[in-house]
């Protein structure tokens, strides 16, 4: 038997985001500590943020709920690896 719990990080919103960011200079990169394990920065993973899309999830009406239409907009963030020299992966 494995054992589970439960995940329920605090997601943020554009308002707190915006917060964030309100004294950085224009110019100041986003780094982005990605969890090595749920909700375990401490072996975190440094990425830089390199692009960002404006997303409308939507969740079309079932045949167990068919009143459901739900959507939502969002921000998703995309971060690749910092810039330095890697090897190759095969």
């Known amino acids: 038997m494995t054992d589970t719990f439960e ?6 919103n554009a308002a ?4 964030a960011l309100k004294d950085l200079p224009d110019d100041a990169p986003i780094h982005i500590g990605v969890a090595s394990d ?3 920065f401490d ?6 943020l390199v692009d ?5 999830n939507w969740w079309p009406a079932t045949s ?8 939502e907009q969002a921000l998703t963030l995309f971060a690749d ?10």
């Open 52 to 56: 960002a899309h404006q997303v409308e």
């Open 38 to 40: 749920p909700g375990d």
């Open 16 to 19: 707190q985001l915006r917060d």
């Open 7 to 12: 995940h329920t990080p605090q997601i943020w």
């Open 81 to 90: 690896w910092e810039p330095d020299r890697y090897d190759h992966l095969d």
């Open 43 to 48: 072996g975190y993973r440094g990425f830089v």
């Open 64 to 71: 167990t709920a068919p009143e459901r239409t739900e959507t």
